[in-house]
């Protein structure tokens, strides 16, 4: 290799070294500030601003402390924000079916598919310990856990986590309510559970009989007598996986 040739690259390669440490340099240290660095712009040294007095963040206007704490002082409430209606209840269960039954069961007794494949023991709404717990109560639970029970304040909001509390509420009146939480007018209304059916139309007492929350879907797959569909051979049975 010529002499001259043999400087001509190490300058070439000199200098993109050169070009490419400048440009690496200038992402690291970018003009941003991040959370508590200082700053020699603003007078108190702080990068970070206060709030305005007399100003609310978006979005953070909590007007009603009782809907955002469950608490009333430090004591949880046993009282609702806002009326619960059909709709709410039917948010509840369909975040409670969600979000809670994959622990507590579709039914609230704390059985759900977790706690059978190992999961530590979930609560059972119908025991008498925490059916006694305020809907406040359960508010709380959700926005900070308890215990093994994890937290749902990120993925749950505020309302939702009150209709959530509604809806364990039916759940715990559609197994140990008493004729005496009908209102005296509509107990007229009431049916003998033997002519009421599910929403999928089985009778509600098979469904009870054979295990279910309510639907067909619950119903294990054969062991009804009156299983419409026996399983037939080769045929992937409930808990196996299809490969
Ligand atoms: C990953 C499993 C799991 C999920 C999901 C779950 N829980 Fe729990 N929950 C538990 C366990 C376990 C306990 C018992 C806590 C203990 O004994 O430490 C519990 C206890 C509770 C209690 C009683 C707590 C107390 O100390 O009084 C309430 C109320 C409750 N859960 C509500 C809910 C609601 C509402 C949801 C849905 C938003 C939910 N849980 C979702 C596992 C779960």
Redesign the pocket.
């Known amino acids: 290799m010529s002499r001259r040739l043999y400087l001509r690259g190490t300058l070439l390669a000199t200098s993109a070294l050169l070009i490419l440490s400048g440009c690496r340099q200038d992402m690291h240290n970018q003009p941003k500030y991040v959370p508590y660095r200082s700053s020699e712009f603003f007078q108190d040294g702080l990068s970070e601003r206060q709030q305005l007095v007399h100003t609310v963040a978006r979005g953070e206007l909590h007007e009603d402390a009782y809907l955002y704490t469950g608490k009333i002082g430090i004591k949880e409430g046993d009282r609702f924000p806002f009326p619960i209606t059909q709709a709410v209840m039917e948010r509840g269960r369909e975040?409670?079916d969600i979000?809670?039954s994959?622990?507590?069961s579709r039914v609230g007794d704390g059985n759900?598919m977790?706690v059978k494949r190992g999961?530590?023991?979930?609560?059972n709404?119908h025991d008498q310990k925490?059916a006694s717990?305020t809907v406040g109560?359960?508010y709380d639970?959700?926005s900070h856990g308890?215990?093994?029970?994890?937290d749902?304040g990120a993925q749950?909001d505020p309302p939702d986590r009150w209709a959530?509390?509604a809806y364990?509420r039916a759940l715990q009146y559609a197994r140990n309510g008493a004729m005496s939480d009908v209102p005296a007018d509509q107990r007229g209304q009431l049916k003998d559970q033997s002519e009421m059916t599910t929403k999928d139309g089985v009778p509600l007492l098979r469904a009870i009989a054979s295990g279910g929350n309510g639907g067909p879907e619950s119903v294990p797959v054969g062991t009804s007598p009156t299983s419409p569909h026996p399983p037939q051979p080769g045929e992937p049975q409930e808990g196996t996986q299809k490969k």
Not at 146 to 150: E, K, R, V
């Open positions: 975040r409670y979000y809670c994959p622990c507590h759900g977790i999961y530590r023991q979930a609560a709404f925490y717990q109560h359960y639970v959700i308890s215990g093994a029970m994890p749902y749950i959530i509390a364990i």
